[in-house]
């Protein structure tokens, strides 16, 4: 009680860092939320001495995200050595947090047995995503080491293509027939041995596994215990086909709130359950993904070698150097002009990057709009009406005070009035390429977000240096 | 039974397309996923009509998403005219799903009496998303007729600070003492009739409102009544203090895998509870926010006017302005040089243009590592390392490819050698610029996102200028 001030930013912090958990293990993250330094040498230290007690006690006990986040921060050779020296106490789990390169680096190398007997002990979605990245042979062999019921699931949901609902769906669920009463299920889930690690709905079928509804927890511990599970049930609570693609349903899930929801085959029947958390991962990666490509860069991690990153980043800036020279050649047919007038050469880039940065503005805004269906048909041309707008105004701000500015360098009214104009063309040419550009890819249905940036900049590239040396050609020359 | 090939593809469609809900309403969504065009002009039509009975029949009974797609849909002034007609059948959650300016546009202009009626019918968290965008004077008589319990809870929220996760936090939860047995819980669950609309998870609190655990529901239905609460409850399950950033919050959700979290005040208290549908939210505005900020635009909404979203434009315009007139002087300064070897010009964009592409991707990848903490001291080396090397390959190769064509071009070896030498000169200056800038604003506090593209733009424009023009002087001067 002596600083009461100081006190309570004490406990603030406290709270602030990721509690201690119920498994017992002190905070592992340093104030950036990085895992802390000195637990790191201590893991090292263990790996080398093979204290296999010591893993036991303070790594074991990790929660799976945390041991991913360690896994990614230790030293690459060190990494299998911790899983070996684990053995039978690695949590296969904590493979499906870290970064794709790592985790087949270090699954390639495990042996079959330790996999086949780790990952009888995870959730369908979790075994397949491991099992996923692994070569034909490699999981053939697992595989043929799981007990048959176990195999049977895991098979059906590597049978579903990549990226589909039904390679991301958990097959363990909880489903009861209609006419139990709510007694009768809690009764079900009192005395049965092998549900799901956690669940939030059971669902309702038929004897042929025909999916007729779903109830939620929370619905069921509300009702008294004689009333029948049909008449609480909510009728389909938004079924999502197993073909159907992973961004989709992540769509489903977040337009309708959804925690989880049903997966069902080709002939309605229940084959699975897809829950919240696989979808968080499947909205970060969209988002990286547009993020990424509107960069110029493709599906890299940051643990690819030079080499890999090297050739990945080889298209985009092969395809940018062949509108750089496309808009080289524009400015080589006005050799006469800067020849004359040096100035032009000088200010040149000033309009080409100008119109650049603000093509890229209205394309960004676009790119996203796009991918979050916040444009369609219905509001396209208002939106482009704006952009256009926005053109104008900004080209006649930045016209007039690149002109003064130019004007006054080079001690030349023309000049100024020259570049003041070709300001204003390319930045209506900007934000009409920014959005037009973007529209248009989407609707002939390739990805905006990929190949957007080259064109708009080819078009403010090649507007700018037309307009600027082009007028600069008619009025000197 | 006549084709089935044609049979299966229809089942599957129907699949892939939000399913009719338990509500009964139709699917108002064509394939693009955007609100069907028939469907728009229906609801014009009635609003226009004043066919309370249409909107009540069709628009009533949409989900809350629904329904905000349709008010984005509309016209801007059939949007207050729904809302009027509608009464007290419009759901005013949906306003929680639309475009900020959309949302504040509706409810400064609807009655406060309507908005009081329809904010008691909200879950706390819907209705301080709705409240905190009304003036305080419209706030205070809002808050004035509500029943007083309501009130004080809708006012514990508000005083958190913005994007806290006291601010986001749901204040409608069930708590239960440790020594409740699972059987009294349930009783007690089947009698209250003031639960939340939807919950995950129960609270375990002392007599003071102390939070001492959780347990999930599952948890709750798999347990014999007999047994005690605080036999089966999770110790601590992350809790998040009240004042902890959103972003901060949403990492622990994703982090630990989280439905939903307490909240609790610096006593420790439990005041509220935070959902996943919440955090998905903020993830997703986070990852967008970088995506925005990479590409020089601010908080803007496409429902934005002209004004606002020029002028919201304009100061990263500017910040490049200098820049641009940076790497003009640079030029200047070889002005002898170009004026007597024009092909300098011409070719010069090219070298400075490649630079800046270089250093995008870079930039890029850095700026998403550092987002999602996958980059850090440990790494750092690592990867600079690792990006340098990238640039030194795409250097040598674009350098070599470049310099061909341009030797070609001008039929001129010795252009060919500079502009291969400045372009492997800047494509390293680019890699570590791209790498070294996001990584220095970050360590000073600074958002990488808002300001490393203008940053990596100068340095790859001026060495690319300064490289190319510079060797050319050295050699032909």
Do not use: C
Not at 310 to 329: D, G, Q
Not at 384 to 403: K, P, Q, Y
Not at 440 to 460: K, M
């Amino acid at each position: 009680m002596t600083d009461k001030g100081a006190e309570m930013t004490e406990t603030e912090n406290e709270l602030i860092r990721p509690a201690v958990s119920d498994e017992g293990f002190a905070d592992i993250y340093d104030e950036d939320g990085h895992v802390r330094h000195d637990f790191l040498t201590q893991i090292g230290a263990a790996i080398a001495d093979r204290d296999v007690l010591y893993l036991r006690q303070h790594v074991a006990k990790l929660h799976e995200t945390e041991l991913g986040h360690v896994i990614e921060a230790i030293q690459p050779d060190q990494r299998l050595a911790l899983v070996r020296l684990m053995g039978a106490d690695f949590d296969l789990t904590a493979l499906t947090e870290v970064d794709e390169a790592i985790r087949m680096q270090i699954v390639d190398q495990m042996p079959n047995e330790q996999i086949a007997a780790a990952i009888g002990e995870l959730d369908s979605d979790d075994a397949v995503y491991i099992l996923e990245d692994l070569d034909d042979d490699d999981r053939e062999e697992i595989l043929a080491q799981l007990p048959f019921t176990e195999r049977v699931r895991l098979r059906r949901a590597l049978d579903y293509p990549e990226s589909s609902a039904g390679r991301r769906m958990q097959t363990e669920f909880v489903a009861v027939p209609p006419f139990w009463t709510v007694g009768q299920t809690i009764d079900y889930m009192r005395d049965e041995e092998d549900l799901p690690e956690s669940f939030t709905q059971i669902f309702v079928i038929d004897p042929t596994f025909k999916l007729l509804g779903s109830v939620n927890l929370d619905q069921i511990l509300r009702t008294k215990r004689q009333v029948k599970i049909e008449t609480i049930m909510r009728d389909t609570n938004h079924p999502i086909s197993a073909l159907m693609d992973q961004e989709e349903a992540a769509q489903l899930f977040e337009q309708y709130d959804l925690l989880s929801a049903a997966v069902v085959d080709e002939n309605e029947r229940l084959v699975g359950v897809l829950t919240i958390d696989d979808v968080v991962d499947v909205i970060q990666e969209e988002a990286e993904e547009d993020l990424l490509r509107l960069g110029g860069v493709g599906d890299e991690e940051l643990s690819d070698s030079v080499r890999e990153t090297s050739r990945s980043r080889i298209p985009w800036l092969a395809v940018n150097l062949v509108t750089a020279f496309l808009a080289a050649s524009v400015i080589g047919v006005f050799e006469a002009t800067i020849e004359r007038i040096v100035a032009l050469a000088i200010l040149m880039p000033i309009v080409a990057g100008m119109g650049g940065n603000a093509g890229s503005q209205t394309m960004t805004v676009t790119v996203r709009a796009l991918a979050t269906r916040n444009l369609d048909i219905h509001n396209a041309f208002r939106v482009v009406r704006r952009e256009a707008g926005v053109g104008l105004l900004n080209g006649l701000v930045f016209g007039l005070l690149i002109g003064l500015v130019a004007g006054l360098w080079f001690q030349d009214a023309n000049i100024g009035g020259i570049i003041a104009a070709a300001m204003l063309i390319n930045m209506m040419a900007a934000a009409i390429a920014g959005i037009l550009i973007p529209l248009l890819l989407d609707r002939f249905g390739a990805d905006p977000a990929v190949a957007s940036a080259v064109f708009v900049t080819t078009v403010t590239d090649i507007t700018g240096f037309l307009a600027f040396l082009g007028l600069a050609t008619w009025w000197f020359m």
